[in-house]
């Protein structure tokens, strides 16, 4: 596992502030679609007690809702475009005035662009606060691919475990071990719009780790085995280790 973009600031510490709950901590993931950064923003998100808060989640729940903000995000989720920046900054800036976010966030899938970057840390500003740390997971293209075409997840949204047909199944086929609830398969993960969503995560990652990486924030993550049993273990110690300093 490779750090680097840390060992010259001490930004990660400057900024914990005790509060009855624990740290104060705002936590970004970044990562390509497939990545692991899901799974290592909840396993993550259960270890220090912080909300995880997924863009791709909230609007999953809406399409399945069928609101109106669910049939504008679909438009573009099914697609493997990005939902529109206005769109999404609304919703993490409603989602971040939650109680539950006083004490820090697991943030998975935002921000996505320089703007949301930007506008995350306006809002951020606004309560005295700003970006602890930006984990950024590199993880190459071909396990990304094999890894989405076989990608399962649990129907039910308080379980949201995810399973991979090839390399780690569900004993029963199709049917979530955690909780029994069936497994689905995202409409977007399809050949077509995992192309268009690896190349969107490109165009825009450059900027958002320059971006994140000047702040002194990023601490760079690539696993050395990414489909080995252990490798979500190893990369959340990677994080924890780097929080701590
Ligand atoms: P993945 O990282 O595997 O693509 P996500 O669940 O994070 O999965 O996102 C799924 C889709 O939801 C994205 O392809 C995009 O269309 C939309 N989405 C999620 N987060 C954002 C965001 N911050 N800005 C714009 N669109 C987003
Ligand atoms: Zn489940």
Same mark, same amino acid.
């Given at each position: 596992?490779?750090?680097? #973009?840390?060992?010259? @600031?001490?930004?990660?510490?400057? !900024?914990?502030? $005790?509060?009855? =709950? ?13 990545? =692991? ?11 220090? !007690? ?25 438009? +573009?989720?099914?697609? =493997? @475009? ?22 820090? %966030?697991?943030?998975? #899938? ?15 500003? $606004? ?35 995810? +399973? ?7 004993? %029963? ?10 497994? %689905? ?15 969107? +995560? ?9 971006? +994140? ?11 050395? @085995?990414? !489909?080995? $049993? ?16």
């Amino acid at each position: 596992i490779k750090n680097d #973009g840390m060992e010259t @600031n001490c930004m990660v510490t400057k !900024n914990k502030r $005790e509060t009855k =709950g624990g740290f104060v901590m705002k936590i970004i993931m970044l990562g390509a679609p497939g990545s =692991g950064k899901g799974t290592t923003a909840k396993v993550l998100a259960e270890r220090t !007690n912080l909300p995880h808060i997924s863009t791709g989640d909230m609007f999953r729940e809406q399409i399945k809702k069928g609101t109106e903000l669910g049939k504008l995000a679909n438009s +573009y989720i099914s697609q =493997g @475009n990005l939902v529109p920046d206005e769109v999404t900054i609304n919703i993490v800036k409603d989602r971040l005035g939650w109680e539950d976010a006083e004490n820090g %966030v697991i943030l998975d #899938g935002f921000p996505r662009t320089i703007k949301q970057a930007e506008a995350l840390a306006l809002i951020l500003q $606004e309560k005295g606060k700003q970006v602890d740390i930006v984990p950024e997971l590199v993880v190459p293209d071909q396990v990304i691919i094999d890894r989405i075409l076989n990608r399962a997840t649990c129907s039910n949204k308080e379980c949201g475990a995810i +399973y991979n047909t090839k390399f780690k199944p569900s004993k %029963v086929p199709g049917v979530c071990d955690k909780c029994g609830s069936a497994l %689905v398969t995202r409409t977007d993960d399809n050949e077509e719009a995992i192309k268009t969503r690896l190349e969107v +995560y490109r165009e825009n990652s450059k900027d958002l780790i320059a971006y +994140y990486k000047e702040k002194g924030v990023l601490v760079t993550i690539t696993p050395e @085995n990414p !489909n080995a $049993e252990n490798s979500t273990e190893q990369v959340i110690n990677t994080i924890l280790e780097a929080i701590k300093r």
